[in-house]
């Protein structure tokens, strides 16, 4: 399949996508852009090099839709130069010496390729990702000033050293095993000490595409289980578990209640971009984690605190810190009741409102710090109003159903301006909030990819905006 370029009308480019793909990945590539094609319609332009050319094709020209290399490393770079948006990892390779059929020189080990009587052949590291991990490894042994002197002919491409093999122009050649495989004229030798060069092959929407959903959405099917990692396993490879394949997937995303105002509009946006639904249930920790401890299986769960994410830990992974914000007392505006600290709280006569412990994590946060102070018993004689969230005790305020309620400093940055805000000096009056994604997820790859649209710097500025501070580090 070669690159198609004519592509005019608005239709007509909404339903093609060009493909920066390294050539020893050619075989699978081939066939599920073609099964694609069929399926969904769309026109799929594959230009095939060696990863290190196409890159810097990519980074002249800045055009096309995804790239597919055949070293993580080089995706990095594509990263480090701004060229690369998302990431999916593919498969794994592993560096073999590849020989003829037979192996009719007996060749076994490192040692053997420098004989005399064998002609050696290598790509070229500034070219293809074999290349590139051949000199690293041969360096860090110590034996590339032998091995590159020994060379008969560097090569641009892996393929083009099976095709010397294959011809007998040369005797051996270092390849990427699951290149080798597809050859009938060749086999290959294993060297244990290699395998700590296994490398992953990741593919990245490029930040130059013109259709970043389309781009997405294929490369959602080509590393599905069920679809491209499918035909990659048939050839030899030894693919990642990918996400199960849909058109258009449904992420069940849990999230405590506090975080809707820092994230929504994020959530938003990363439905529109990935062509995705993402189904948002906002409430107290409490309701959430009964729920799923119950069965309940969200694909994410984004927590009030981290002491929640600890109560099912286990069906989590990947969980990081993302935020924390502090615990307050809001007042009404102006403050007629001159509320300045938790003491206060127990005069006789205030209606105050607390988010409920079994349901909230704010509520069992609160609880906890007030029993600690001694406080809890005395300022609970005044509670008229225990709410699941600290939303609804923020609503309560303004409308003077309360006089005072113990919320996070986040509920109140949108209605800064209708309520009054006394900081609570208190080291264990903070929550901090962190992200897991489902062990059992069908969708782990797009969870992550969710998490990191929430962790971007872009969701940072609507955190911070909120009332939150930023804890996420990259």
């Known amino acids: 399949m070669s690159l198609l370029t004519s592509c005019n009308d608005k239709e007509t480019q909404n339903k093609f996508l060009v493909v920066y793909c390294a050539v020893g990945l050619k075989p699978g590539v081939e066939q599920i852009a073609r099964d694609y094609e069929d399926e969904y319609g769309v026109r799929i332009g594959v230009q095939y090099g060696g990863s290190g050319s196409l890159l810097s094709s990519i980074r002249v020209t800045k055009t096309g839709d995804l790239y597919l290399a055949a070293d993580e490393s080089y995706i990095d770079m594509a990263k480090s130069w701004d060229l690369i948006a998302e990431v999916q990892p593919i498969a794994f390779l592993m560096p073999v010496i590849a020989v003829a059929k037979g192996n009719p020189l007996n060749i076994k080990s490192v040692k ?9 052949s290598l790509a070229n590291p500034e070219s293809a990702a074999i290349g590139r991990m051949t000199k690293i490894m041969f360096e860090q042994s110590g ?3 032998a091995v590159s002197n020994h060379t008969k002919v560097m090569k641009p491409t892996v393929n083009g050293i099976c095709n010397d093999i294959k011809l007998g122009a040369v005797d051996a050649g270092i390849v990427w095993r699951s290149v080798a495989a597809m ?13 700590q060069y296994k490398r992953p092959v990741s593919m990245g929407v490029l930040k130059g595409s013109k259709n970043p959903t389309e781009a997405l959405r294929f490369m959602r099917y080509f590393s599905a289980r069920d679809k491209g990692l499918k035909i990659f396993n048939s050839l030899g490879y030894e693919t990642v578990v990918g996400d199960k394949w849909e058109v258009k997937p449904q992420l069940l995303f849990y999230s405590g209640g506090v975080n809707r105002v820092a994230v929504e509009n994020t959530i938003r946006a990363f439905e529109k971009r990935e062509g995705v639904e993402v189904i948002r249930v906002y409430n107290g920790c409490g309701i959430l984690v009964a729920q799923i401890k119950a069965g309940q299986k969200p694909d994410a769960y984004l927590t009030c605190d981290v002491s929640f994410m600890n109560q099912v830990k286990s069906k989590f992974q990947d969980i990081n810190t993302i935020s924390s914000t502090k615990i307050v007392i809001a007042t009404t ?6 509320i300045r600290s938790l003491d206060d709280l127990m005069r006789p006569g205030l209606k105050v409102g607390v988010c409920n412990p079994q349901q909230s994590a704010l ?7 007030l029993q600690q102070m001694g406080l809890w018993e005395g300022i609970f004689k005044n509670v008229v109003s225990q709410t699941p969230t600290a939303d609804l005790l923020v609503n309560q305020l303004r409308v003077g159903g309360l006089d005072a309620a113990i919320v996070y400093q986040a509920n109140t940055a949108h209605v800064a301006d209708k309520i009054d805000v006394i900081p609570i000096e208190k080291e264990r009056a903070i929550a901090v909030q962190d992200m897991g994604i489902n062990v059992n997820s069908d969708y782990k790859f797009l969870s992550g990819r969710l998490y ?3 962790t971007s710097d872009e ?6 905006e909120n009332g939150f501070t930023w804890e996420h580090i990259k």
């Open 459 to 464: 969701s940072r500025v609507g955190y911070l």
């Open 363 to 369: 509520g069992t946060l609160t609880q906890r710090m």
């Open 112 to 120: 053997d390729l420098i004989r005399e009587d064998v002609k050696l």
């Open 452 to 454: 990191e649209a929430i």
């Open 333 to 338: 505006k102006g403050n007629d009741k001159n």
């Open 143 to 145: 034996d590339w000033e």
């Open 183 to 195: 050859y009938s004229e060749l086999e290959f030798i294993t060297v244990p000490e290699w395998n």
